[in-house]
């Protein structure tokens, strides 16, 4: 099996930093693209931020020159360096790769489970 568990979220007052970490174990082949992505209460979950394996990025307008997204393609890690945190960046964050499982030719989806930060003083 394969599985995506995040770590790093808190609570932190505004204009804090945090980096959260997401650690996909299993029976992994290869890993295309991951991302972040947030949902606040009563919204839609929404794309925070992706990489794809050679280390190209996106960010969503507004974390763009706060927020960096890495990855350690040998440890199967990746990251996101928030800073200048605001009240609005409240969330669940989620953690997102596109892989493909050892002895099999498809690619899926895969989630963690979320990990909550919260800014606020």
């Known amino acids: 099996q394969v599985q995506l568990v995040e770590s790093g979220g808190g609570l932190v007052q505004p204009g804090g930093s945090l980096r959260l970490s997401c650690a996909a174990s299993?029976?992994?082949?290869?890993?295309?693209?991951m991302g972040w992505y947030r949902q606040s209460p009563g919204k839609q979950r929404e794309l925070v931020a992706t990489?794809?394996?050679?280390?190209?990025?996106n960010y969503a307008d507004s974390v763009k020159d706060r927020f960096t997204i890495s990855r350690d393609n040998t440890k199967n890690t990746m990251y996101l360096q928030m800073n200048s945190l605001k009240p609005e960046d409240t969330a669940v964050y989620y953690c997102?790769?596109?892989?493909?499982?050892?002895?099999?030719?498809?690619?899926?989806?895969?989630w963690g489970q979320g990990t909550q930060v919260t800014v606020s003083s």
């Open positions: 299993g029976v992994i082949a290869s890993i295309n693209s």
């Open positions: 997102n790769a596109y892989l493909r499982r050892w002895g099999g030719s498809t690619w899926y989806d895969y």
């Open positions: 990489i794809t394996r050679d280390g190209s990025t």
